[in-house]
C-alpha cells in the first residue's frame, strides 16, 4: 500500500533535509504509524498550508501532516485523533524591543508588526485579540517569516511555543516567547487531516495511534524534536 502525505517547511514538526529526505516530529510519528499498519511505502508532497485541506479534499494526496484541529477545517477534511496539545508563542529578536509576550500586547502597540503564515489558526487568534489587518503581515511559510524578523521587517513570528524553542535555539539572535496557557488549562489540539471518503484508512490510523501515542519509544522520539511531556500528556488515551 502507497500512502502520499502533504507537509510545509515547518521545523520541528516537518520539512526538508539538506540531503533532501523529509524529516520532523510528525513526519517520523507518521512513518511509524503507517509501517505499523502495512503501508510499504510512503511520498512526501511538499505544499503550502493553505493548499492543505484543498488538496486532501480533492484527493491530490492521501493524508496531511498534523495541524491544528478547528471545526472550520474539520468541515473539509476528517481529522485523527489528536497527537499533540501545543500553545502559541511568538519568535522575537533577542531582548524583545517591544516587549512583545501575547497577542494583547501586540494589539495595544500600533507601531508593532506580527508575522503570520497564510491559512493558520493564529491569524484569527490574533485578530480576536485586537490585532489590526495593518499590524499583520502574511507569509507564505515560515522560513520567510523568520528571515523577516532577523531583517527587522516584523517585530514579531507566532507559531508554535514548541516550534519557536527550537529555532531560538539555534539562532542566538533570536528568542522565544511563550503565551500564557489558557484559564481553563486547555492547550490546542492537533492531529493528522484525510480526505472524508478515506474511511479504512482513518480507521487504521486512529487504532494504532490510540496504541502508540504516550508509549515510551513515542516519547522518546518526539523529545528528539522538543516536545515536552506537558504537550504529549493530554492526548494520551
Do not use: C
Not at 64 to 88: C, E, H, M, Q, Y
Not at 101 to 121: H, K, T
Not at 153 to 163: E, I
Amino acid at each position: 500500500m502507497k500512502i502520499r502525505i502533504a507537509y510545509i517547511e515547518e521545523p520541528p514538526f516537518y520539512w526538508t533535509a539538506a540531503d533532501g529526505s523529509t524529516t520532523g516530529a510528525d513526519i517520523e510519528l507518521a512513518e511509524v504509524v503507517l509501517r505499523a499498519i502495512g503501508v510499504s511505502s510512503i511520498e512526501y508532497q511538499k505544499t503550502s498550508f493553505d493548499e492543505f485541506l484543498p488538496g486532501v479534499a480533492g484527493q491530490s494526496w492521501d493524508m496531511n501532516v498534523p495541524i491544528f484541529i478547528t471545526p472550520g477545517r474539520a468541515k473539509l477534511a476528517t481529522f485523527s485523533v489528536p497527537v499533540w496539545a501545543i500553545g502559541d508563542g511568538f519568535l522575537v529578536q533577542h531582548g524583545n524591543p517591544k516587549a512583545l509576550v501575547s497577542y494583547e500586547s501586540v494589539a495595544s502597540r500600533s507601531d508593532a508588526r506580527i508575522a503570520l503564515i497564510a491559512g493558520q489558526v493564529q491569524i484569527d487568534t490574533a485578530k480576536s485579540a485586537g490585532v489590526t489587518d495593518s499590524q499583520i503581515v502574511i507569509f507564505k511559510d515560515q522560513p520567510t517569516a523568520v528571515d523577516a524578523l532577523l531583517a527587522g521587517k516584523v517585530d514579531a513570528y507566532a507559531s508554535t511555543a514548541v516550534g519557536n524553542r527550537v529555532i531560538a535555539g539555534a539562532n542566538e539572535k533570536l528568542e522565544a516567547v511563550a503565551h500564557e496557557t489558557r484559564k481553563d488549562g486547555r492547550l490546542p489540539l492537533g492531529g493528522f487531516s484525510f480526505n472524508k471518503s478515506n474511511h479504512d484508512l482513518i480507521r487504521a490510523v486512529n487504532e494504532q495511534l490510540r496504541k502508540y501515542i504516550g508509549s515510551p519509544d513515542h516519547r522518546a522520539r518526539m523529545a528528539k524534536y522538543g516536545l515536552v511531556e506537558a504537550e504529549i500528556d493530554p492526548v494520551v488515551g
